[in-house]
């Protein structure tokens, strides 16, 4: 049985939103990359991959309508049509250096990802002319999943039609919210009837695994608003809903607005009623026949439904990592390309990488992010790290483990660590009893 947590115990929620990155998508944090470790980058290139070592594609596509309030990514709204091709073939000239480099080995490309900015801000032609010179340097004909990020406003039927020719097997659709005044509110530049408009197209597109994002906690949502959006989405019955709960990053619009007011407090949902709204959302998807699968995830049908980039990336796979200020993963080196938008395809042209900070994480380091991005599951096998990494968690992680299990956010079962649902709604903040001593409290950008 879970053990209740202890009110005495447990640290306590942090009421407001203050801003930061509360999300933890890798380990070491990010500023601990540094660009005088990008060397190592180029000798993992030299190397041949490890043994069983499956291998993806990102391509970060940095283009919008517009920049939403809350969004922390290296985006861009001004790029004209010259600009955006000069970017289509450094991503292309990028990907054939990979291409040429040992650390392919012969593998073939297992998962792909397109993400932004919007990927569907494309166009028909460009997105032809992309992904066309993508297969002829480094074919992914043979992936299990290409998955394509979109912002609603920007489908057509007639791109949807091409995007599933393009192979891409999940389409996920960025509807955060359904309200006009929300959306426009927060800097989104689509409209709800464009999101029911995008919706059915794709249907008719045939896409195996449609996915929709939602976000818990933007500015002004209400009570009465999140009920409506859950029930909208219930309605449309994705294969798969996506749940985050509002942050505000330091590089947003959100921040800066907070620091011209002299505000600590973003004017956002506080942790608390986020957690409450996402536990809401996941009982009435449960209710209607999904299964939660992360602290973010719920599937129609578990037995169809996956998500193979996340799964292999937060197992260890390389991530062969394109576009301005995108992260990658190769032989066991994380890297970082240039955040800016000229610097990067001025590095391309000129014939080299574009890395611009990178860092080997110790094999201690691989334990623990292959740990606490698994925990994000809900659940892992003990078993797996001690055939892995020669490891007995238990001993590892024996205090950290037994101050959540004392607070009742976990529990082993047999082979299993399993977290509890309350454990799970805040299971980024838990992350952090896990880290090295070195690595607490570091601003994690």
């Not at 009110?7 to 306590?12: E, Y």
């Not at 999940?170 to 408009?197: M, P, Q, T």
């Not at 190769?330 to 800016?340: P, R």
Request: proline share 5%; with cysteine.
């Amino acid at each position: 049985m879970m053990a209740a947590p202890s009110a005495s115990a447990v640290p306590p929620l942090e009421a407001p939103t203050a801003a930061g990155n509360y999300f933890v998508s890798n380990y070491p944090p990010f500023s601990f990359w540094k660009p005088d470790r990008v060397g190592e980058v180029a000798a993992a290139l030299r190397r041949p991959p490890a043994p069983g070592t499956e291998l993806g594609v990102y391509l970060h596509i940095p283009f919008c309508r517009k920049r939403c309030h809350f969004c922390y990514f290296r985006v861009y709204t001004d790029k004209n049509a010259a600009a955006i091709k000069a970017y289509l073939d450094a991503a292309l000239d990028e990907l054939s250096l990979y291409a040429a480099q040992p650390f392919i080995g012969g593998r073939r490309v297992g998962f792909v990802y397109f993400g932004g900015g919007t990927p569907s801000y494309l166009s028909v032609e460009q997105l032809r002319y992309l992904t066309e010179g993508m297969k002829a340097r480094l074919p992914w004909d043979s992936a299990e999943e290409v998955t394509f990020e979109c912002e609603p406003g920007t489908l057509t039927e007639e791109k949807l039609r091409a995007i599933r020719g393009m192979g891409v097997t999940r389409l996920s659709l960025g509807v955060e919210n359904f309200d006009d005044h929300i959306l426009e509110i927060n800097g989104r530049a689509h409209h709800g009837k464009e999101i029911d408009r995008a919706y059915a197209a794709a249907r008719e597109a045939g896409f195996p695994q449609i996915n929709i994002d939602l976000i818990a906690g933007m500015v002004e949502e209400t009570e009465a608003n999140w009920r409506q959006c859950v029930a909208r989405t219930l309605e449309l019955a994705p294969d798969s809903v996506t749940i985050y709960q509002m942050e505000v990053p330091y590089n947003t619009t959100l921040y800066r607005r907070m620091q011209e007011e002299g505000k600590l407090t973003a004017p956002v949902a506080d942790w608390e009623t986020k957690r409450r709204w996402v536990q809401f959302a996941f009982e009435q998807l449960e209710q209607a026949g999904y299964t939660v699968g992360s602290a973010y995830t719920a599937v129609r049908d578990k037995a169809r439904t996956r998500f193979v980039y996340r799964d292999q990336l937060w197992a260890g796979a390389d991530l062969l990592s394109l576009g301005v200020a995108s992260f990658g993963h190769i032989g066991g080196v994380h890297y970082q390309n240039h955040h800016d938008f000229d610097p990067y395809v001025a590095r391309v042209q000129a014939g080299e990488f574009p890395h611009y900070r990178a860092l080997t994480p110790s094999e201690e380091e691989r334990l623990i992010r292959e740990f606490i991005l698994q925990l994000k599951l809900g659940s892992l096998s003990l078993r797996s790290f001690a055939n892995k990494f020669g490891v007995d968690l238990r001993t590892r992680f024996a205090e950290p483990l037994e101050r959540l299990r004392q607070w009742g956010f976990l529990c082993v079962e047999g082979d299993t660590l399993r977290m509890s649902r309350e454990g799970l709604l805040q299971v980024d903040r838990l992350l952090h009893e896990f880290f090295l001593h070195e690595h607490r409290n570091a601003r994690y950008a």
